[in-house]
């Protein structure tokens, strides 16, 4: 029902384990197959994926005003609800800290949601224009060799993503899902090429992907 939409999953890990492993299929192809004893049938389930869970189950790790009840191994047992492929294929995971007071009273109007729209629209006219001759028309659509063939990186770039990978013990499906996000954030800053700095932006946004996060 999601095709072509947007998918919501809040509260991520309570869902059952068996029903997070099968989004695994439509974020890689677009699609899911439903088999039963005697057929099997096969959906397009082309979506975006957005989703939201706690960091432990009292939902208090991590907050400095707040005191968490979770010992190490609960919060495992809790992340390892979503397994390393489901991760994978999810292109940004950001921590959002809970609101200050100050800020949700304060009078301060923030970038206007009409500006937002408009830097989305030139960076998906960019993505259009470059893919004309494509079968596709963004970036989040590029297979493999696309990602050779469009995301670029320069020595530099290519050390830092390097000692990422590394470190963070990343996938090959992480390494091509931050270049396909770093070719992005370049388009948004309306950069032709993919430089170090979009390249570093992109990498923070794998936070669940971190060693040190737990």
């Given amino acids: 029902m ?7 999953l809040d509260e991520l890990p309570e869902f059952k384990k068996n029903v997070l492993e099968v989004m695994r299929q439509p974020l890689e192809n677009g699609e899911v197959t439903i088999s039963r004893a005697q057929i099997s049938l096969t959906y397009h389930a082309n979506f ?5 869970m706690n960091p432990c189950p009292c939902g208090y790790y991590t907050d400095p005003k707040n005191e968490c009840h979770c010992n190490s191994i609960l919060i495992q047992k809790y992340i390892s609800r979503l397994s390393g492929p489901l991760l994978d294929r999810i292109d940004i995971h950001i921590d959002v800290p809970a609101v200050e007071y100050k800020h949700l009273s304060s009078d301060t109007v923030g970038e206007a949601s009409e500006h937002i729209r408009e830097r ?5 006219e960019v993505q259009t224009k470059r893919y004309q001759h494509q079968s596709f ?4 659509s590029m297979e493999k060799s696309d990602v050779e063939k469009y995301c670029k990186i320069d ?3 290519s050390t830092l993503l390097e000692t990422a990978m590394e470190k963070l013990g990343l996938s090959e499906r992480a390494y091509d899902r931050i270049l396909k996000v770093s070719r992005t ?19 923070q946004y ?4 971190r060693n040190t996060w737990i």
């Fill in 120 to 124: 989305g629209q030139k960076a998906r």
């Fill in 155 to 157: 020595k530099q770039s």
């Fill in 137 to 140: 028309h963004a970036n989040a």
């Fill in 206 to 209: 794998r936070s669940l992907d």
């Fill in 48 to 52: 975006m994926l957005v989703s939201a």
């Fill in 2 to 8: 999601a095709h072509n939409g947007v998918l919501l």
């Fill in 185 to 203: 954030i370049a388009d948004m800053s309306q950069a032709e090429k993919i430089n170090s700095i979009h390249l570093s932006e992109a990498i």
